[in-house]
């Protein structure tokens, strides 16, 4: 998508670009419609699988969500009136949010490759997505072998796979509403031994609300 984008731009990089994302559904109404008045292109998205409508849009939104400051997604329908009422509110406060996010995970991250991180961080805010790429930002920067953040190196990779032995996401199981006994369990008892290859151990856990009162305290 990104190789797609640089030749359909000529190689222009611009500041910013704004996605007007619908569901694929209707996208495809929508061009159909539009089709419909043109009779040259006629049929044309009628032989179009929904399917590669749906693998652009993914390919778009996952552009979007790699670089927020270069992107923004305008959520489409509805009538033009319905989209611009809708999305004015929304984009100032998830300016507001994602900016502050951004801010934030830059601070911290520069604080643990200084080594002068706290052992314990909660990251609250209105976006959780935001947050837990600030906090796997965190763990590249404890953790990567060239001791920046986000590159391409063999940890930060891993990282992002979550692969990393030493970088562990707790999270809620799909079958229940709270971090379980046994997960935090294993969390302590894993927590007391050396990292494997990295210089951190880190565990992100999502969301902390999902810690018991007790566990919460153990922390
Ligand atoms: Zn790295």
Request: hydrophobic share 40%.
């Amino acid at each position: 998508m990104r190789s797609l984008n640089e030749w359909a731009t000529d190689g222009l990089h611009p500041d910013l670009t704004l996605i007007f994302d619908l569901p694929e559904e209707t996208g495809l109404a929508r061009a159909r419609s539009r089709n419909a008045a043109a009779p040259v292109d006629e049929g044309r998205f009628e032989t179009e699988d929904l399917r590669f409508f749906r693998r652009v849009r993914e390919g778009y939104l996952t552009l979007a969500a790699a670089e927020p400051k270069r992107y923004a997604v305008i959520e489409a329908a509805g009538t033009p009136e319905e989209v611009f009422e809708k999305n004015t509110r929304r984009s100032a406060r998830a300016r507001a949010a994602g900016a502050g996010v951004n801010d934030a995970a830059a601070l911290l991250a520069e604080t643990a490759k200084r080594g002068e991180l706290h052992h314990a961080i909660i990251l609250h805010g209105p976006a959780p997505d935001a947050l837990r790429r600030a906090a796997i930002q965190i763990a590249k920067a404890l953790n990567c072998v060239n001791k920046t953040q986000g590159d391409d190196c063999l940890a930060c990779q891993r990282i992002e796979r979550n692969i990393h032995p030493d970088v562990h996401i707790v999270e809620v199981g799909s079958e229940r509403k709270m971090i379980s006994v046994e997960q935090i369990r294993d969390l302590l008892s894993s927590a007391s031994l050396r990292p494997y290859e990295g210089r951190n151990k880190v565990y992100i856990i999502d969301p902390a609300d999902a810690l018991s009162p007790a566990d919460r305290i153990r922390f």
